[in-house]
């Protein structure tokens, strides 16, 4: 998953999109080791080291990983999209965000 993510990232990075994750390894520590290994450079939330953490438990994720889509008016607009199907929410939401704002469509 984080070799998609990371193409993502980079496609998107002119665009107004963030890929945020949400971390329950054991410490900070352990994350950071990962990040680093796995070459991640987005932003991650440390979630005090717990699947049952503030973050999971407020937004009720059961499993690993597990995807949201959001908005930019913070609406979830889908959820357990991965690869393709990924790709395919985020440009749809990124073009209709441009339509609103007057701009062009994303290219892929």
Known sequence: MYEHER?????LKDE????LGINSDDSPETWE???????????VMFDGGSTDGPIATQ????GWPTVYV??????????????????????ELL???KK????A???R
């Open 95 to 97: 073009a209709e965000m």
């Open 7 to 11: 193409s993502l990232v980079k496609r």
């Open 105 to 107: 469509q994303v290219p």
């Open 16 to 19: 107004k999109f963030t890929l």
């Open 70 to 91: 959001i908005d930019a008016k913070g609406v979830i607009r889908s959820k357990g999209v991965r690869g393709a199907d990924m790709d395919e929410v985020v440009d």
């Open 33 to 43: 080791a990962a990040a680093k290994r796995e070459e991640l450079t987005w932003p």
């Open 59 to 62: 937004w009720g994720v059961r």
């Open 100 to 103: 609103e704002e007057g701009g």
